[in-house]
């Protein structure tokens, strides 16, 4: 079925390790985006691109990574894990054009515990 | 600061009872969106309403964006155990790429 591949559903890391959270899409989306989802706080933006090549932060980019190097694959990379970065992530994709972008679909998202 | 604000945060109903759920902001957003979000699951798109005063229905559920593109809400009639979820709304500015999340309403259906 098309849509947002997310790997891996569960993830523990020790503090300072680093990780590679994958997103694909087979949707030909120019528009991808990571979330992280924390009880109380909603989504929050971390990183997001409107084409291969182009990324962009969002609302929390600190201590995150993006490239874009293709259209299907839009990777999130956390350089030194801290235990604030225990949550939930998703990746989102959409049509984009005039400057907007459309409906997102969604990932299953990924669960990260850093101990 | 959130920059949308939704409420009820929590909603707990018996099954077939109306309900309205409210997302409020004080910045004028160029779309908005609706999602539903089941548990262990991403969100899921319901409708995008892009024009002020616009309604759109689906099927039980009455999405209605806001005159002034500042706030929209949900209706759902004879609520059921299926409608049960995490309901986000998501706005999108003229002057940038970013949609913004609200916090959430979390509805149980009680059967």
């Known amino acids: 079925n098309a849509g947002v591949t997310q790997t891996p559903k569960f993830q523990v890391l020790k503090t300072g390790q680093s990780m590679t959270l994958q997103c694909a899409q087979d949707m030909n989306h120019e528009y991808m985006s990571w979330y992280r989802q924390d009880p109380g706080m909603g989504l929050r933006l971390i990183h997001y691109?409107?084409?291969?090549?182009?990324?962009d932060q969002g609302e929390v980019p600190n201590g995150y990574n993006v490239s874009r190097s293709t259209t299907e694959d839009f990777p999130l990379r956390l350089l030194s894990a801290a235990p604030s970065q225990t949550s939930v992530y998703f990746c989102a994709s959409s049509y984009y054009s005039r400057r907007r972008s459309y409906g997102y679909t969604f990932g299953s998202g990924t669960r990260l515990t850093v101990v | 600061t959130q920059l949308l604000e939704q409420s009820p945060q929590f909603l707990s109903i018996q099954e077939g009872e109306n309900l309205t759920v409210y997302c409020n902001s004080s910045s004028v957003f160029s779309s908005l969106q609706w999602y539903r979000q089941e548990p262990g699951e991403g969100p899921v798109l319901l409708v995008t309403v892009v024009t002020g005063g616009e309604v759109k229905k689906l099927k039980r559920l009455t999405f209605q964006f806001g005159d002034a593109r500042k706030d929209s809400s949900l209706h759902i009639t004879a609520a059921q155990p299926g409608d049960t979820g995490l309901y986000l709304c998501?706005?999108?500015?003229?002057?940038?790429?970013?949609?913004?999340f609200g916090t959430g309403t979390s509805l149980t259906v009680i059967p």
């Open positions: 998501a706005g999108s500015k003229s002057t940038g790429n970013q949609f913004y």
């Open positions: 691109s409107v084409g291969a090549g182009i990324t």
